[in-house]
C-alpha cells in the first residue's frame, strides 16, 4: 500500500544502509510515507543488470515502484587490461544498457520516476593505497580504474538523461567541486565515506522534491498520533484502517 | 521475491533508519537476502495498532511478511493523570492487545516469525531534562513516564511470550545491566542513542540467528557478482532470472 521507491545499481547502492548511508537516510526521510527498497549488487556493471530486469521488475507487477535511481558505471568503466577488466563494459555499450534499463522501467510502469546517478569520481591514489592495504605487494601496479575515464561515463549518463528529459545527478562532478574530495568523500578512491553518502542523499532529495515525490508534502499513511482521540480512536482510523 | 521483515512499533521503531538506527542496520545485515519494512509509528500504544493491522497486514496478502518485530509499550507506560496520559493503556489490557496483535499476524501468516520486544528502561532525570529543553518553566513538575513502571510492562511482555512460545527481548532489563545505561543508551530518557540502538539490532540479530532467517545462511536474489562469466553472463543467470 506504501508506495515504493527503489534503489538500482551497484556497491554504491547496496552499501547505502551502512552507518551514515544515503539509502538508510532516504528511508528515515520517507518514513510513513514510501517504502526504500534496496537493489544494489556489489560489482555489477550494467551489461549485468539487464539480466535482473524481469527478476526485479515484473511486468505484470499490480502495483510497481513510484520511482527508482540508476545508478551505475562505477564497475563499467574498470580499465580494459588491468585488475578489474572483468567488469569492463565500453562506453558506447553502457549509454546502450542504461537507455534499456530506462525503457524497460517505463515498459513496466509509464509512471515511474526515474533519476539517473554517475559514478563518483576516482581517486587513484585512494585506489592503490586501498589495494596494497588489501594484496601488500601483489596489489596492481597499474590503476584499475582512472577518474578521467570515470569522467568519460558520467558525461554519457548525463547526456542520455538530457536526451531522454529525465533528472540526473552528476555525482563525478559535484564532488569534484569540493577541494579535498579525495579522502572526504571516499574511502578507497572509489567507495563512498559517511560526507559522500550525504552528497548522493542530499542531491536526491533535491530532485524528488521537485516531483510528486517531495516527501513533506506526501501523506502519512495513517494518521499521525496527536489526531487520534484517547476517547474516540476509531473516529481518527475509520476512513483508512478499518478496525479490527 | 524477496522475504519482507517487518518492523512493527512505536516511535523507537519509526526513528530506527535514522543515523546508527537499529533498522537501517538490519536493513544492511539482510541486503539481499531480505527487505526490512518500517512500521514505525510515533506515539502510538498498542491499542491504536490494533487499528492498523487490517491495514499493514491484509489477510489476503499473496506474499506475507516472513517475519515481524512488535516493539510496543513505551507509550503505554505512560502514566495516568500526568502530561502523556493521553497514551496510557492500562497494563492488562496492553498484555491482551499484544496477544492480539500476535493472534492476528499469526492468522495473516501461521509461519510468521514474531519477535516480542519490551519497551526500553526509562530515565526518569533525562526525561525531566528533555522536557525542560522543550518546554522550560511549562514542563512538568512530575515524571510521565517511570522506569519501575515500563519494568512492569516489560513484565507483561516476556511473559505473554513465555505464554505463546515466542521469542522476546528483554531490553529493560537487557540495558540496565550496563553501567550508566541512562546517558549511555537513551537519548532523552526514553529514545534511543545510537549505542542504545545497537543493543536492539544485536539482540534481534542473535534471536534470528536461531532461525530460518539467519541472514549468513539465507540465499542471496541473484548471483554474487564473482559467479558471473564475463564471457558468458547468461550462464549464472539462466536459473534466476530469464534474460530480457
Known sequence: MRPEIVLFGDSITEQSFRLGGWGAALADTYSRKADILNRGYGGYNTRWALFLLHHLFPLDAPTPPVAAT?????????????TSERQHVPLEEYKENLRRIIQYLKKSSPSMLLLLITPPPVDEAG???H?????GDKAMQLPERT??????????CVELAGELGL?????WSKMQ????????FLSDGLHLTQEGNAIVYQ??????NETRLCAQKMPSDVPHHSEIDGQNPE???KLQCPAI
Chains 1, 2 share one sequence.
Open 235 to 237: 473516529k481518527a482510523f
Open 131 to 135: 589495494a596494497r592495504s588489501m594484496y
Open 203 to 208: 542531491e536526491v532529495v533535491k530532485v524528488f
Open 70 to 82: 540508476i545508478f551505475f558505471g562505477a564497475n563499467d568503466a574498470a580499465l580494459l587490461g588491468r
Open 167 to 171: 533528472p540526473s545527478i552528476n555525482l
Open 147 to 156: 577518474n578521467e575515464v570515470a569522467g568519460e561515463y558520467a558525461k554519457q
Open 177 to 184: 567541486e569540493t577541494e579535498g574530495w579525495q579522502r572526504k
Open 127 to 129: 585506489r592503490f593505497e
